[in-house]
C-alpha cells in the first residue's frame, strides 16, 4: 500500500513538473500564433479583391467592383479578426 | 551579401523532362524533396511498427506519442466526429513538418517556402472540407454563409462578406505557412551572408545571431506544421458542427 | 512584422508581374504544375501507407495495451477484495485465538493454584507428623540419657582415676558424688 502511495506521489510530481515546464505560456501561444491578425486580415482583402478585379474584367466596368470589394474585403478582414480573436480568448 | 538570399528558392528541374499530356511534369529539387521528406517520414513509422510490442520500443514510443499528440489536438479542436480523419490530419501535420525540418538542413531545399505548394496544400484541404461539409449537412452547408439573428437588408452584404472570409481561408493558410518559412529561410541567408562578407574578426556576431535563429527557427518549423494541422481541424469542426 | 513585410512583398511582386531573377522565384509558374503533381503524388502515397498500415497497426497496439491494463488493473482490484476478505478471516481467527487462549490460562492458573495449595497443605501435614514424632523421640532419648548418665559418668570416672591413681577408686563414694553432680546439672538446666 505505502509503495502505492509513493508512486502516486512521484507521479503527482512528474506532471505538476511537465506543466510548468511544457505547457506554452498564454502568450506564447501556439492557437494565438495561428490567428496573427495580420494574415487574416491581408488575405481576406486579397480575395475580395481577386473577385472585383475579375467580374469588373466580366463586365467591363473597370474600377467600380473592385472599390466595392475593397470595403467588402475590409469587412470580411475585420470579421476573420474578430473570430480568431474570440476563438484566442475561448483557450 | 555575397549572394542573393531569394537564389536558395529556385526551382530547377532535375533529370529528363517528364511529359504528361503535354503539361511538364518533371522532377525538381522540390519534388526530390519532397520524395525525401515522405520517405523519412515513412522510415520513421516503418522503424517504429517493425516489431509492435505492448511494452514499446524506443521508436514505437515515438510513433504513439505523435498519434497520442495529433489525436489529442483533433478531439480538442473538432471533437470525437473528426475521428475518421485522423490519419489525414496526421499525413498533414508530419508532412509539413517533415518538409520544414528538412528545408532547415544546409543545402537542403525548403519545400514549404513554394507558395504554390502550401496553396495546393490549403486547397486540398479547403476542397476537402467543403466536401464534408456538403456530405455530412447537405444543401443546409450553404447556412454557414447565413448568419442567424441578422436583419433581411442586411443579409446579402453579410453573405458576401462571409463568403469571402470562406473563401480567404485556404489564402491565409496558405499564406502563413509560406510566409513563415520564406522569412526564416531568407533571414537565415542574410545573415550566413554577413557572416561570411564580415570575416573572422566582426563575422562571430552575426554568427551568434545565425544560430538563435536557427533554434527559433526548428520552434517555427514545428509551430506551423501545428498551426497548419489545427487550423484543418478548426475548419473540419465548422463542416461537421455548423455553428452559424 | 517580417511576415507584413513579406506579405507586402509578395502583393507587390504579384501586382507587377515581376518574376523569378529580380524577386522571388517562387513566383515563376515554370514547375507550378510539376510542383502540384509531385505534391499530390507525395502526399497522398504518405496518406495511403498511413491509413492503410501505420493507424491500424498502432491504433491496435494501443487498443491492446489498453484492454491489457484494465485487464490487470480488474485483476489487481480482484486480488486485493480476496486479500482484504482472508485479511478479515485472519484477524478474527486471531482475535477467537487470543480470547481462548487467556481463558485457558485463566482455567489453569485457577487448577494450577488449587494443586499447588493442596501439595502444600499435605507436605505441611506430613511435615507436622514427622516432627511431632521426632521430637518425641528426642524427648526420649533424652530422657533416657540423663537416666544412664550416672552410669556411664560413673564407668568413665573410674576408668580415669584408675589411669590417673593406679588403684581403682571406692565405687560407692564415686556414684555418691556424681549422683550429687547430675542431681545439680539436672536442676540448673532444668530450672
Redesign the interface.
Known amino acids: 500500500m505505502s509503495e502505492l502511495d509513493d508512486l502516486k506521489k512521484k507521479i503527482n510530481i512528474s506532471k505538476n513538473k511537465i506543466k510548468t515546464k511544457f505547457l506554452p505560456s498564454s502568450n506564447n501561444n501556439?492557437?494565438g500564433?495561428?490567428f496573427?491578425i495580420?494574415?487574416?486580415l491581408?488575405?481576406?482583402l486579397?480575395?475580395?479583391l481577386f473577385?472585383g478585379w475579375y467580374v469588373d474584367k466580366w463586365l467591363n466596368t473597370k474600377p467600380i467592383f473592385i472599390i466595392i470589394?475593397f470595403f467588402?474585403?475590409v469587412?470580411?478582414?475585420i470579421?476573420?479578426v474578430v473570430r480568431s480573436t474570440k476563438?484566442i480568448n475561448k483557450d | 551579401m555575397a549572394e542573393n538570399p531569394m537564389e536558395q528558392f529556385e526551382v530547377f528541374k532535375i533529370g529528363p523532362s517528364l511529359l504528361l499530356n503535354g503539361t511538364n511534369v518533371s522532377l525538381t529539387n522540390s519534388s526530390l524533396f519532397m520524395i525525401i521528406s515522405v520517405f523519412l517520414i515513412i522510415l520513421f513509422f516503418a522503424l517504429g511498427t517493425r516489431k509492435l510490442n505492448i511494452i514499446p520500443g524506443k521508436i514505437q514510443v515515438l510513433n504513439e506519442l505523435v498519434f497520442d499528440f495529433i489525436s489529442k489536438m483533433i478531439n480538442d479542436t473538432a471533437g470525437l466526429d473528426a475521428k475518421p480523419y485522423f490519419s489525414f490530419i496526421l499525413t498533414l501535420f508530419l508532412f509539413i513538418l517533415s518538409l520544414n525540418m528538412v528545408g532547415l538542413f544546409p543545402y537542403s531545399f525548403t519545400v514549404t517556402s513554394q507558395i504554390i505548394v502550401t496553396f495546393a496544400l490549403a486547397t486540398i484541404i479547403f476542397i476537402g472540407v467543403t466536401i464534408v461539409g456538403f456530405i455530412k449537412n447537405g444543401v443546409g452547408f450553404l447556412k454557414i454563409f447565413v448568419p442567424s439573428g441578422i436583419p433581411v437588408f442586411l443579409l446579402p452584404l453579410i453573405i458576401?462578406?462571409?463568403i469571402?472570409?470562406y473563401?480567404?481561408?485556404p489564402?491565409?493558410l496558405s499564406?502563413?505557412l509560406f510566409?513563415n518559412m520564406l522569412a526564416g529561410h531568407t533571414m537565415l541567408k542574410v545573415f550566413g551572408g554577413f557572416v561570411v562578407a564580415l570575416g573572422i574578426y566582426v563575422g562571430w556576431l552575426p554568427l551568434s545571431f545565425s544560430i538563435a535563429l536557427i533554434a527559433l527557427e526548428i520552434l517555427v518549423a514545428f509551430?506551423q506544421a501545428?498551426?497548419f494541422a489545427?487550423?484543418s481541424c478548426?475548419y473540419l469542426n465548422d463542416a461537421l458542427h455548423m455553428h452559424h | 512584422m517580417k511576415?507584413?513585410l513579406v506579405?507586402a512583398l509578395f502583393?507587390l511582386s504579384i501586382s507587377q508581374g515581376t518574376y523569378a531573377k529580380e524577386g522571388m522565384p517562387q513566383l515563376n509558374p515554370e514547375f507550378w504544375i510539376a510542383q502540384i503533381f509531385w505534391l499530390i503524388i507525395t502526399f497522398f502515397l504518405l496518406f495511403f501507407l498511413i491509413q492503410k498500415f501505420f493507424t491500424p497497426k498502432i491504433l491496435f497496439t494501443i487498443e491492446q495495451r489498453k484492454n491489457l491494463i484494465s485487464n490487470l488493473i480488474k485483476d489487481s482490484e480482484d486480488y486485493k477484495n480476496k486479500i482484504s476478505v482472508l485479511e478479515n478471516e485472519y484477524n478474527q481467527i486471531i482475535t477467537q485465538a487470543k480470547k481462548q487462549a487467556i481463558d485457558e490460562s485463566l482455567l489453569l492458573k485457577v487448577e494450577l493454584n488449587k494443586r499447588i495449595n493442596e501439595k502444600k497443605k499435605k507436605l505441611a501435614d506430613q511435615l507436622n507428623i514427622e516432627t511431632e514424632k521426632v521430637e518425641k523421640e528426642i524427648d526420649d532419648f533424652k530422657k533416657k540419657t540423663l537416666d544412664n548418665l550416672p552410669e556411664i559418668a560413673g564407668n568413665f570416672s573410674t576408668e580415669i582415676i584408675e589411669k590417673i591413681i593406679g588403684a581403682k577408686p571406692n565405687a560407692s563414694n564415686l556414684k555418691a558424688i556424681i549422683s550429687e553432680i547430675t542431681d545439680q546439672e539436672k536442676k540448673s538446666r532444668y530450672v
Open positions: 501556439p492557437i500564433s495561428a496573427r495580420s494574415t487574416e491581408v488575405a481576406s486579397f480575395v475580395a473577385i470589394f467588402f474585403g469587412a470580411a478582414g470579421l476573420n476563438m | 458576401v462578406i462571409e469571402i472570409s473563401l480567404s481561408r489564402i491565409s499564406v502563413r510566409a509551430l501545428y498551426v489545427v487550423l478548426i | 511576415k507584413i506579405v502583393l
